[in-house]
């Protein structure tokens, strides 16, 4: 699966961003999903993770009550919703897939297979 992020840019503390990232490929439900960000100087985080169908899902706790990670099956696209964005969200976020997994969500960046090229998020104060 090739995977296209989308939706970053520059904004300012309290707004909002929704980040998507379009899946090639008509397997895209079988594919476990996440995003990631890694800030300058610092190591890719996980932010959200989101089972096959949607309905399991979870969250890092800085991002908790924050974010929301959707997916949308039918148009191949999944989705983060940013709200109340802080300075420290400010990271390339990137959006990534995990085939065969057994896990509804899952954790560290190792586990999953495919990449996207990032979209950069900058939140000011």
């Known amino acids: 699966v090739q995977l296209q992020a989308s939706g970053g840019g520059l904004v300012q503390a309290g707004g909002s961003l929704r980040l998507s990232c379009a899946a090639s490929?008509?397997?895209?439900?079988?594919?476990?999903m996440g995003w990631f960000r890694q800030a300058p100087g610092k190591e890719r985080e996980f932010v959200a993770g989101?089972?096959?169908?949607?309905?399991?899902?979870d969250y890092s706790d800085s991002v908790k009550g924050r974010f929301t990670i959707s997916r949308d099956n039918a148009k191949n696209t999944l989705y983060l919703h940013m709200n109340n964005l802080r300075p420290e969200d400010t990271a390339i976020y990137y959006c990534?897939?995990?085939?065969?997994?057994?896990?509804?969500?899952?954790?560290?960046?190792?586990?999953?297979?495919?990449w996207g090229q990032g979209t950069l998020v900058t939140v000011s104060s």
């Open positions: 490929g008509r397997t895209f439900s079988t594919y476990v």
């Open positions: 990534a897939a995990a085939w065969g997994s057994r896990a509804p969500v899952l954790y560290t960046w190792t586990s999953y297979n495919f």
């Open positions: 989101i089972n096959r169908t949607g309905v399991r899902k």
